[in-house]
T-cell receptor, first 113, second 114 residues
Framework: DAGVTQSPTHLIKTRGQQVTLRCSPK?????VSWYQQALGQGPQFIFQ???????QRGNFPDRFSGHQFPNYSSELNVNALLLGDSALYLC????????????FGSGTRLTVV | AQSVTQPDIHITVSEGASLELRCNYS??????LFWYVQSPGQGLQLLLKYFSGDTLVQGIKGFEAEFKRSQSSFNLRKPSVHWSDAAEYFC????????????FGTGTLLAVQP
């Protein structure tokens, strides 16, 4: 049973560029949440998607946007990258109605130079 | 607003020694609490969770945690630490609301001496 798959595992971008991160949820899960984990910090909630819509958003600017596809996979897009966007981006999937059964992926390490 | 505090940034213990990692939460109602472990370059793995009932919760890898409402604490313990336990540990609380997002502490980095 595949868990949560994130791609790519690492990438380096230049300030001002745009980036897209991808997440495939665990089989049977229909909800995807994204978290940003800066170095030395705990993960911070970015937003959550269910039924292809954003359910809730954390304290992140509009440069951060997302999408969920009919197969429940999700993308996180970040525009106009800043140095401060360098972080590990974690995807967590769950099944609606079982809100505490989060499964996390290994993350995408984004470095902005 | 809900919050989680992990007072210890870094802890070093000897292999075979006991371990206690501290976690304090701020939440108006009965909290749903979690402990996760993160090995270098990896995602988060759930160790255990508390929703209600028995305040002593057993988890994987020999870990346990005790919920103490009077102290707003949910400390993680292990009687005998193994070298493979070296990792970063995060305490988290569910925020409530439509998404039940997780609110994490800043983590405690555990080093294990031989």
């Amino acid at each position: 049973d595949a868990g949560v798959t994130q791609s790519p595992t690492h990438l380096i971008k230049t300030r001002g560029q745009q980036v897209t991160l991808r997440c495939s949820p665990k089989s049977g899960h229909d909800t995807v949440s994204w978290y940003q984990q800066a170095l030395g910090q705990g993960p911070q909630f970015i937003f959550q998607y269910y039924e292809e819509e954003e359910r809730q958003r954390g304290n992140f600017p509009d440069r951060f946007s997302g999408h969920q596809f009919p197969n429940y996979s999700s993308e996180l897009n970040v525009n106009a990258l800043l140095l401060g966007d360098s972080a590990l981006y974690l995807c967590a999937s769950s099944l609606v109605g079982e809100n505490y059964g989060y499964t996390f992926g290994s993350g995408t390490r984004l470095t902005v130079v | 607003a809900q919050s989680v505090t992990q007072p210890d940034i870094h802890i070093t213990v000897s292999e075979g020694a006991s371990l206690e990692l501290r976690c304090n939460y701020s939440y108006g109602a009965t909290p749903y609490l979690f402990w996760y472990v993160q090995s270098p370059g990896q995602g988060l793995q759930l160790l255990l969770k508390y929703f209600s009932g028995d305040t002593l919760v057993q988890g994987i890898k020999g870990f346990e945690a005790e919920f103490k409402r009077s102290q707003s604490s949910f400390n993680l313990r292990k009687p005998s630490v193994h070298w493979s336990d070296a990792a970063e540990y995060f305490c988290a609380v569910v925020s409530g609301g439509a998404t039940n997002k997780l609110i994490f502490g800043t983590g405690t980095l555990l080093a294990v001496q031989p």
